[in-house]
T-cell receptor
């Protein structure tokens, strides 16, 4: 039973345009959400996070939106750059669960010059 | 500040052997978690250690075990290796265990079982 799902395995975007990566979750106990970027054979790199008490968090070119009623979050990258090409994972954790993260399956983003 | 350090980076073992992987967290971080990444199953949580105690455990067989030392360094051990244990093993450290915070990952250990 996948509690965190990223339904798009891949996404291709033109340089300079917006990239929107989506993530859905089923466990209503999740209250903290994170996005990671990963290159092959390397560990995930933290990008941005959001607490369930917020619906938006912004950091430079990256913005995460959370819709609790729909159990949906999205990562917006504006403007997209070729260096953003990587696999993006969303992850979730629940209160009192320590630092146990449940990951989605990932979305491969390709930004074309 | 040094990041999370995992050793070794690459490892080749034979079926039936055992293996020990090491992780040094970011200085001051007390929580260490381990994850397994495979093409078929994605990133899956193995276990978390905080203050030398296992606090959370994922759905893996007992062949997978770990420990944490007083300096927060952690090791994970896999006994009686199977071909399906071939994966990228990732360690993540976090400052503490009582608030939601981001986890910082090491580069991983690529384990190949032949």
């Amino acid at each position: 039973d996948q509690q965190v799902k990223q339904n798009s395995p891949s996404l291709s975007v033109q340089e300079g345009r917006i990239s929107i990566l989506n993530c859905d979750y089923t466990n209503s106990m999740f209250d903290y959400f994170l996005w990671y970027k990963k290159y092959p054979a390397e560990g995930p790199t933290f990008l941005i996070s959001i607490s369930s008490i917020k619906d938006k968090n912004e950091d430079g070119r990256f913005t995460v939106f959370l819709n609790k009623s729909a159990k949906h979050l999205s990562l917006h990258i504006v403007p997209s750059q070729p260096g953003d090409s990587a696999v993006y994972f969303c992850a979730a954790s629940g209160n009192n669960a320590g630092n146990m993260l449940t990951f989605g399956g990932g979305t491969r983003l390709m930004v074309k010059p | 500040k040094a990041g999370v350090t995992q050793t070794p980076r690459y490892l080749i073992k034979t079926r039936g052997q055992q293996v020990t992987l090491s992780c040094s967290p970011i200085s001051g971080h007390r929580s260490v978690s381990w994850y397994q990444q495979t093409p078929g199953q994605g990133l899956q949580f193995l276990f978390e250690y905080f203050s030398e105690t296992q606090r959370n455990k994922g759905n893996f067989p007992g062949r997978f075990s770990g420990r944490q030392f007083s300096n927060s360094r952690s090791e994970m051990n896999v006994s009686t290796l199977e071909l399906g244990d071939s994966a990228l093993y990732l360690c993540a450290s976090s400052p503490d265990g009582w608030t939601n915070t981001e986890a910082f990952f090491g580069q991983g250990t690529r384990l190949t079982v032949v």
